[in-house]
């Protein structure tokens, strides 16, 4: 358990029904129109500590969840500074059916929806799953003592060790509609392919008792649209102050992470592999302080081949709010030449220019460079070659990167041991060069990068690799 954060309190217990008013913190919750169910521990009332609850009615739409087993989960007080909670055994669980009012936003193939679960979960065997819209596949938002995350259709798990407090948030629909983002305690771990099923809805676990919740669950909310980055982190910000906790970010930089599938991680076997999980470790960060924005098939700019979605857009509502909530961020965009490729050197330089300076007037602490290195198999045409150089040469010029408002460059085209200009070959097999470990460089650009990011001292930077 975290430190207290004195004087914030629990705002006060609600009645479990629709139309009561919520208390003093979660009333900030963000996107209030979009804002439709609040399973919270401390709206229950009627029930004496030691008691079952048989059926958990959402406080914002009377959306009942009855208990789907013998028994109900076991109603407590004295959890997380004193807050009421639901105590799990790995065998309760409660199933609301398919409301419209949360069951269209989450399986809509248009429409996005955002769900964060709120709970502790001791070390345990089982899933833990906290929230689950299917038995076995689709979404299912867990944790126990070995891991945390989403797994279903596509598994998003992360090592997790913690018996404290755990904050797991999925938004569906960004950073483009096909994606799903997922939370941990605060880390945007990263996006995976949006989840959709056609099962219930449950909390606490499934109708499969091997992914039940063995642990305190204290609330589960659900917005019908898909929160952009800042707002999920208010809400994540929100409950840490709701449990008189101190945000994991307190006192230290948080990494930002924003880019491609260079920073997303494709062709990983798992995503605690990618990039930003991996400078994460190297530089000893929990969740809470670093972030995953990545996408597949991003460009920087507004424009790029075959791309259907660019980071200058996403910026503005995802990133560069985030100073003024986060304190001093620290921050990384990463592209791949594949996706400007069809641009030419000169619109990429302008479109690198203009993103790292916005992100800097901003209010971004620090920007770490590095160029770019490898295109792709097939696409690495000695035209693509002769761009990509052009791009590098002008990042060797310390007078553009001071122009732009580059604070350290890594210069990772000239550097073999991370990944060498025109490395990539022809055709597969694939050289170490290129997906050696799914994000197109070789292990030793760790240490490097790592290296990098941690000069300057307050409001380090986090290491950027433009592959």
Same mark, same amino acid.
């Given at each position: ?15 479990? @029904? ?13 996107? +209030? ?22 059926t958990w009615t959402d406080a914002l739409s009377a959306v009942a969840a009855p208990k789907a087993t013998t028994n109900g989960a076991v109603y407590q007080s004295g959890g997380i500074n004193g807050a009421p909670y639901l105590l799990f055994d790995g065998t309760e669980y409660y199933d609301m059916g398919q409301p419209a009012s949360l ?7 248009? +429409?996005? &929806? ?31 003592? @070995? ?43 990263? @996006? ?41 982190? +208010? ?53 809470? +302080? ?7 098939? &991003?460009?920087?700019?507004? @424009? ?10 996403? &910026? ?102 991370i990944g060498v200009e025109g490395a990539c070959p022809a055709s597969s097999p694939f050289t170490p060069y290129f997906y050696a470990d799914g994000i197109h460089l070789l292990p030793p650009a760790y240490a490097i990068l790592g290296a990098a990011s941690l000069s300057g001292g307050v409001g380090q930077g986090f290491g950027a690799a433009?592959?």
């Amino acid at each position: 358990m975290r430190g207290l954060r004195l004087g914030l309190g629990l705002g006060g217990a609600m009645a479990g @029904s629709g139309g009561a008013s919520p208390p003093t913190g979660l009333g900030n919750m963000p996107a +209030q129109a979009n804002y439709k169910a609040r399973w919270w521990t401390p709206d229950i009332t009627g029930l004496s500590p030691g008691s079952r609850l048989n059926t958990w009615t959402d406080a914002l739409s009377a959306v009942a969840a009855p208990k789907a087993t013998t028994n109900g989960a076991v109603y407590q007080s004295g959890g997380i500074n004193g807050a009421p909670y639901l105590l799990f055994d790995g065998t309760e669980y409660y199933d609301m059916g398919q409301p419209a009012s949360l069951f269209g936003p989450i399986n809509s193939a248009t +429409q996005g &929806a955002s769900v964060l679960v709120v709970g502790e979960a001791p070390a345990a065997t089982t899933a833990g799953s906290f929230f689950s819209a299917s038995s076995t596949t689709g979404l299912n938002m867990f944790a126990n003592g @070995s891991a945390a995350g989403v797994f279903g259709v596509a598994t998003f798990r992360y090592p997790y060790t913690s018996n404290g407090l755990v904050v797991i948030g999925m938004v569906a629909g960004l950073p483009e509609i096909n994606s799903q983002r997922v939370y941990i305690n605060g880390s945007c771990v990263g @996006s995976v392919g949006r989840i959709r099923s056609n099962q219930n809805l449950t909390l606490g676990g499934a109708s499969n008792s091997l992914i039940n919740l063995k642990g305190r669950m204290y609330g589960c909310f659900v917005w019908d649209k898909a929160l952009d980055n800042f707002e999920m982190m +208010q809400a994540i910000k929100c409950i840490y102050e709701e449990l008189n906790q101190t945000v994991p970010w307190a006192g230290t930089p948080y990494r930002i992470g924003h880019g491609d599938s260079i920073t997303n991680g494709s062709g990983v076997t798992t995503q605690n592999q990618a990039w930003p999980a991996q400078m994460a470790a190297t530089l000893g960060l929990g969740f809470g +302080q670093w972030s995953n924005l990545g996408m597949v098939g &991003a460009s920087m700019g507004h @424009s790029g081949s075959g791309t259907t979605f660019n980071l200058v857009d996403q &910026a503005p509502r995802d990133i560069d709010p985030l100073p003024h909530l986060l304190g001093t961020p620290v921050y990384v965009g990463t592209f791949e030449w594949y996706n400007e490729r069809n641009n030419g050197a000169t619109t990429a330089i302008a479109d690198a220019v203009a993103y790292v300076s916005a992100r800097k007037a901003a209010g971004i602490a620090r920007v770490v460079l590095g160029t770019s290195t490898d295109c792709t198999d097939g696409a690495d045409t000695s035209t693509n070659r002769t761009e990509r150089k052009a791009y590098n040469d002008y990042w060797d010029m310390a007078a553009n990167r001071m122009a732009a408002g580059v604070d350290q460059y890594v210069p990772l085209h000239l550097d073999a041991n991370i990944g060498v200009e025109g490395a990539c070959p022809a055709s597969s097999p694939f050289t170490p060069y290129f997906y050696a470990d799914g994000i197109h460089l070789l292990p030793p650009a760790y240490a490097i990068l790592g290296a990098a990011s941690l000069s300057g001292g307050v409001g380090q930077g986090f290491g950027a690799a433009m592959a």
